[in-house]
């Protein structure tokens, strides 16, 4: 079977279903093709190697890629941003209705939206299924990250989502509740499936480097934060936390791994509150990442209160998972109910310094063997619902029930 993996980011860029996806589908069997964009994200300047043209094909770890040209941006620019987008969407479009060879089924990845609309479109005269995986909630991102508050676009937004969603023919969610955001907008039950996330395993399975000096010894109880610091992951709220950790003289330490528009300011506050239990490390390689991680003795996931983030699962709940620690979950909703099930961390509210810290204190208080009890049951439950080949397996029977639904009418 020939799938057509038809998205505006992939390898070299940052990208979760990028070529880990690929080689996974190829691995299972399919003949894989990507139609992609030249690598120019995040920085919006092209990589280097990489120079514009009509066409570049390429083979990178047995899979077949596709380049059409692009107008490289991704600064804080909206204008140009959404010019980026529509370049790619229309170049996409016009090799994949004129020059693009017979596809079984097309999987195209959002956001940004515009992949869907030129996905329907070649669906549409080249007469092939198109599988919509939704990895962000359009507008309800855009409006909660303040992105875009002009309601009349993001109207607009809504209106072509739901043109997309009526014209594929199969969409795919990353949790529960995207499900039931999509039935309460009209989307039919049975057209809708959850297939969780998984976590880049190769990275975190070889850990590399040494820890940097700045990490604390055992004698503390270490919660590693690592990822982005911006509005959406409110992480005032830990240091609050930590203010009132340290005034009861606990051993626990937050490590705060990475960068982002909130990180001068979180730094700034630390140092105001004289938190001797805050440690910040600068951003550094997944794979260097991944030996933080296993060092820590709890991990740490923490999203803003926010109607949208309780239906969200952020990708570091997975890769956290899989190393297999302890999870401290201070996001409400669907993450929240995966550690429920798995047993394999503790719940504390979003936003809320005390309910924060007592979660904190009360992990540092269990014994190791429950400690071990609980990093293990994490494991178990990524291995057995979350991994990498259950995922794409999971796709493989997506892709074939299309193909052939497409074959009977």
């Not at 690929?22 to 092209?46: C, I, S």
Request: glycine share 6%; hydrophobic share 45%; charged share 20%.
């Amino acid at each position: 079977m020939k799938i057509l993996l038809l998205t505006q980011w992939f390898d070299p860029e940052p990208t979760f279903k990028g070529l880990v996806f690929a080689r996974e589908l190829v691995r299972q069997g399919f003949d894989v093709e990507v139609l992609t964009g030249f690598p120019n994200y995040p920085g919006g300047k092209l990589y280097p190697g990489y120079r514009l043209s009509w066409l570049k094909k390429e083979v990178i770890d047995g899979v077949k890629v596709t380049r059409v040209p692009l107008y490289p941006s991704h600064d804080q620019s909206s204008l140009r941003r959404i010019f980026n987008y529509i370049s790619f969407a229309l170049s996409a479009m016009t090799y994949g209705l004129f020059t693009l060879k017979k596809h079984d089924v097309i999987y195209s990845y959002h956001p940004p939206l515009t992949i869907g609309v030129a996905a329907v479109v070649i669906r549409f005269f080249r007469r092939v299924p198109v599988v919509y995986d939704i990895q962000d909630m359009w507008p309800d991102t855009l409006r909660a990250t303040g992105m875009i508050r002009n309601q009349k676009v993001l109207n607009i937004i809504e209106y072509v989502c739901q043109w997309v969603y009526r014209h594929v023919d199969h969409l795919v969610v990353l949790s529960p509740g995207f499900k039931n955001l999509l039935i309460e907008r009209g989307v039919p039950f049975g057209k809708i499936d959850v297939i969780y996330n998984w976590a880049d395993e190769a990275k975190l399975g070889a850990p590399i480097g040494d820890l940097p000096v700045a990490f604390p010894d055992d004698e503390h109880f270490r919660i590693v934060f690592a990822g982005n610091m911006g509005k959406a992951q409110a992480l005032q709220s830990v240091l609050e936390a930590a203010e009132i950790l340290q005034t009861r003289n606990s051993r626990v330490c937050f490590i705060l791994v990475g960068d982002g528009v909130d990180a001068s300011k979180l730094k700034n506050y630390a140092t105001l509150k004289q938190l001797k239990n805050v440690v910040f490390i600068p951003q550094m390689p997944m794979a260097e990442v991944g030996t933080l991680l296993q060092a820590a003795d709890a991990l740490l996931v923490h999203l803003r209160k926010d109607p949208l983030f309780k239906v969200t699962i952020p990708s570091k709940t997975q890769a956290y998972m899989a190393t297999g620690k302890p999870l401290l979950m201070a996001v409400d909703g669907d993450a929240a109910s995966l550690i429920h099930r798995s047993s394999g961390g503790i719940v504390a509210e979003s936003e809320n310094a005390v309910q924060l810290a007592e979660a904190a204190e009360a992990l540092a208080n269990h014994e190791t063997c429950t400690l071990l009890q609980m990093g293990g049951a994490a494991r178990r439950f990524y291995q057995e619902h979350l991994a990498l080949a259950i995922g794409v397996a999971r796709f493989g029977e997506i892709f074939r029930q299309v193909s052939k639904n497409v074959r009977q009418t």
